[in-house]
């Protein structure tokens, strides 16, 4: 059985950091691709963060310079490092594993919120 766990949320004040966690188990986790979603209240999900089984990395514009994506593959956990945090990032964050022909997996999602 395939799980996500995530971690890290909470409230943090604009400007601050945080560090989000997501562990898997059930799949081979290097193999998967892993992202990063986020839906702020009356908004559709939007793609946050990215990294591919071999490293690339790719960001939301939003989030670009502000939020680093990485993995560690020997600990089956994928990290999302949120730096300058503003407001507008306050969402429920969601990590998201894919590998074609295998399927997308979905963690339960984490509060983050951004306010002083």
């Known amino acids: 059985q395939v799980q996500l766990v995530e971690s890290g949320g909470g409230l943090v004040q604009p400007g601050g950091s945080q560090r989000l966690s997501c562990a898997a188990s059930g799949i081979i986790f290097s193999m998967y691709r892993l992202n990063w979603y986020r839906q702020a209240p009356g908004k559709q999900r939007e793609l946050v963060a990215g990294?591919?089984?071999?490293?690339?990395?790719n960001y939301a514009d939003s989030v670009k310079g502000r939020f680093t994506v990485s993995r560690d593959n020997a600990k089956n956990t994928g990290y999302l490092q949120m730096n300058s945090l503003k407001p507008e990032d306050t969402a429920v964050y969601y990590c998201n594993v894919q590998r074609l022909l295998q399927g997308s997996y979905w963690g339960q999602g984490t509060q983050v919120t951004v306010s002083s």
């Open positions: 990294i591919t089984s071999s490293g690339s990395t």
